[in-house]
């Protein structure tokens, strides 16, 4: 068991994961999350080859290779009532299997190939207990028809967790709830034996070892191997006969580990098969909280031994924590030159890298915070030199003022401009929020207004109210949410009356709400100005005010929803004018007809506000360090993250910026065109000569901008025209009462004054001939 990749992602935890590749090696693998994040991931070198977002979220995902295919088909199920069948690579739903009778969300999948059909078949089961069962020919696809299922029957079986078939005879089926787990025939769903759960554990899957046995696990991480009665064996000629009271299920074996040691949460464990050396392989693998792996060779315990139940211990025993360990030499600390050997070391708990500053900010288990050159302290640790004999490099900031654990840092400005460029905010296991100077290093005030630890620092939208907009959002411990107003230096809004953990706050500027979500579903909706709680919400109620929330940020950043004059996030005036014409809605072709030549105008507008107007294309940081951790009770550790081509262009803009116009025509970088505009061009101060080349370049583009938007234009209310003509013809022949009349009346109108434009704009390109001479 050796680590081999660390594959960084997701935004939410990974609930579940499948192999990709059809091939043994399995070089690919599909992870899903709880945000309905899917990612694609080569193994080789950890890169996501392919990610998408959905709106349905899996709980499972089964890789089955179907008949009249190439490669595997991903079988996903979870908190949306379809099973969905999707492309490993391409991450599309290729075709979704519906329910006809009693729908519902889908808790548990099997797919299989009877051995006597060409045919697959996918056996399933909804939380309400209803079990369907669909037959696949391979030629399905998005196009088709409504799958429907083509059997169902309602058993008693609430929530179940795991669905299996049995490989070596498709005769019997194993259906795991929490409780207990039964063994069911397959022919007509009646159940042949049950299985309770050992006293203060549940169960949480299982799998057949052979048609008489049986190994179901449970939330401890203990394996646990049983033999059928009679009745459940398809072999035997007692199958499906009545039960006896002395045949019932034997417990002969039990996969744990020997300290027996409690887990803080279940476990994740899969039983998987595995080919070495020709011969096969049946493990029990898990994987706990702690980042401890554990590994049973199930074919060990498969033989029962009479009246007597063996424990096994597992084989393989390894975790993240010893793999590091073992690295020789080990793995460097982002701030290993502070540490010595006779000090105990400090853990790291927090981190925030200050991209505009080229800052590193770390809080530690102490309480301090250390500030530092980031690019000098990833120079020390990973870069030899002559750095590397000075002793105090490179120099550091210490900052004093938390009574313990920092648990969050905050820097505004790097959110959002309005804040000032010196604030630095952190938050600790002292009830504290600090506020710190970054560039003296003083601590210009502290805030003690809650009655539990820090855990999470917000910005609050730039579109809130301007008091508002000067504060910083504070969650902490004892389920309470503040607003702190860093230039007042005062709590504005102290929101403390939830029952439950805090985890998500919404906002709603517009209405001048802030949206609080606890983790027993209810949300809280307080006024930020004034601090008055509006109303409490549950249910359905809650989740649809979250959602119109998540609507609001959206088109904040740019969706379909506008205020006043804009016309950016409107839809293409071109759809509301055939829609209009559609409807035969002359008022919506009227308005959709201006807002087009309103577009227009603005565009003619905006075309002279110089290349300041146009915002540069973001070019991603060379540098990136992100902190992670697997466990909350781990120390920090850090990824970095370097943009090769950020840091190429970074490179070479140095080097061009130091070279004279000579030298660079010289390199072949520049012509002797560009030399002759320069000294057009050339003014006393070279900050105006650099506005007056780029305003220039951006000018020439723009025109030629406007060029072709107006001549699509043109184009467009061409094609308008010939349409109308071909309605109203349509409408002639039907019209038997004389009903148009004043709608041709007021089309005709529409169209001279549209045609009036169109002559209008090619008059202007016309006058604008001269300068697309030049």
Not at 236 to 263: C, M, Q, W
Not at 496 to 501: E, N, V
Not at 740 to 752: D, P, R, S, V, W
């Amino acid at each position: 068991m050796t680590p081999r990749c660390l594959l960084v992602g997701h935004t939410a935890p990974v609930t579940c994961l499948s192999r990709a590749s059809i091939i043994q090696d399995n070089n690919f693998i599909v992870s899903s999350s709880e945000a309905g994040e899917m990612c694609t991931w080569d193994l080789v070198d950890g890169k996501c080859r392919e990610s998408v977002k959905l709106t349905q979220v899996h709980t499972n995902i089964q890789a089955y290779h179907m008949c009249n295919s190439e490669d595997l088909r991903l079988f996903c199920n979870g908190y949306y009532a379809e099973i969905l069948i999707m492309d490993p690579f391409s991450l599309e739903i290729l075709f979704s299997l519906s329910s006809k009778m009693n729908p519902d969300w889908i808790s548990a999948l099997h797919v299989l190939r009877p051995s006597s059909r060409k045919d697959d078949v996918v056996l399933a089961i909804s939380i309400t207990g209803t079990v369907k069962v669909w037959s696949l020919l391979g030629h399905e696809n998005k196009q088709s028809e409504p799958i429907y299922e083509n059997e169902s029957k309602q058993i008693r079986c609430l929530n179940a967790l795991s669905l299996n078939c049995c490989a070596y005879n498709q005769r019997t089926v194993l259906i795991v709830c929490a409780k207990y787990c039964q063994i069911y025939d397959a022919g007509d769903f009646s159940v042949l034996c049950s299985i309770q759960a050992p006293s203060g554990e549940r169960w949480m899957s299982g799998d057949f070892l052979a048609p008489d046995r049986v190994l179901v696990w449970s939330t401890e991480g203990k394996g646990y191997l049983y033999k059928l009665p009679a009745n459940s064996v398809p072999d035997h000629k007692g199958f499906h006969g009545p039960t006896v009271e002395h045949d019932s299920p034997v417990l002969y074996g039990i996969l744990a580990h020997p300290d027996n040691k409690l887990l803080s949460c279940p476990p994740a464990m899969r039983f998987i098969l595995t080919s070495v050396g020709g011969k096969q392989r049946r493990l029990l693998l898990r994987g706990d909280s702690a980042g401890v792996v554990l590994l049973w060779n199930v074919d060990d315990a498969a033989m029962p031994v009479p009246n007597k139940v063996m424990s096994r211990a597992p084989i393989v025993t390894t975790s993240l924590e010893m793999a590091w360990a073992e690295m020789s030499p080990s793995p460097v600390g982002i701030l290993d030159q502070l540490s010595h050997p006779d000090e105990p070391e400090i853990k790291l708990t927090a981190s925030i890298y200050l991209l505009a500053a080229n800052r590193l900010v770390v809080g530690r288990e102490d309480g301090s915070i250390i500030i530092v050159n980031a690019t000098h302290t990833v120079q020390l640790q990973l870069l030899h030199g002559n750095h590397q004999q000075l002793d105090d490099w490179p120099p550091h900031q210490l900052l004093l003022g938390h009574n313990g654990r920092v648990n969050c840092l905050l820097y505004p400005h790097h959110v959002h401009h309005r804040y000032d460029r010196a604030y630095l905010v952190s938050g600790g296991i002292d009830f504290a929020v600090c506020l710190w100077d970054l560039f003296s290093g003083a601590l210009l005030h502290r805030f003690c207004v809650h009655a539990g630890e820090i855990t999470q620092l917000i910005v609050p939208p730039h579109n809130c109210s301007p008091r508002i907009q000067k504060c910083i959002c504070a969650v902490a411990s004892d389920h309470s949410v503040t607003l702190l107003s860093l230039t007042e230096r005062k709590c504005v809004t102290l929101a403390s009356r939830h029952l439950f953990p805090v985890v998500t706050i919404k906002w709603r500027p517009a209405d001048d709400f802030m949206v609080v979500g606890c983790s027993d579903g209810t949300v809280y909706v307080w006024q930020m100005e004034t601090g008055h709680l509006d109303r409490v919400l549950n249910g359905m109620i809650a989740e649809e005010v979250l959602a119109a929330c998540d609507e609001t940020s959206a088109d904040e950043l740019g969706g379909s929803i506008s205020s006043g004059t804009d016309l950016q996030g409107l839809a293409n005036p071109a759809v509301h004018f055939f829609r209009g014409l559609r409807h035969r809605n002359l008022t919506a072709m009227r308005a959709a007809t201006q807002r087009g030549l309103a577009a227009l105008h603005a565009s003619e507008r905006g075309s002279n506000a110089g290349p300041l107007a146009e915002p540069a294309r973001a070019r991603p940081p060379p540098l990136t360090i992100q902190g992670f951790r697997s466990n909350p009770a781990d120390p920090e550790s850090h990824i970095l993250f370097f943009d090769i081509e950020g840091l190429i262009v970074e490179l070479l803009s140095e080097e061009y910026s130091a070279m004279s116009p000579a030298s660079l025509e010289a390199a072949g970088l520049i012509t002797s065109e560009y030399m002759k505009v320069a000294a057009l061009t050339q003014s006393a101060s070279p900050d105006a000569a650099k506005k007056i080349s780029g305003f220039l370049s951006y000018k020439i583009v723009n025109k030629i901008g406007v060029i072709l938007r107006t001549l699509s234009w043109i184009d467009f209310f061409g094609r308008v025209k010939d349409k109308a003509g071909d309605m109203e013809r349509l409408l002639k022949e039907k019209d038997k009462h004389g009903i148009l009349a004043k709608m041709k009346e007021g089309a005709e109108n529409m169209q001279t004054k549209i045609q009036a434009k169109a002559d209008q704009l090619k008059s202007q390109l016309d006058a604008k001939g001269k300068w697309d001479g030049r």
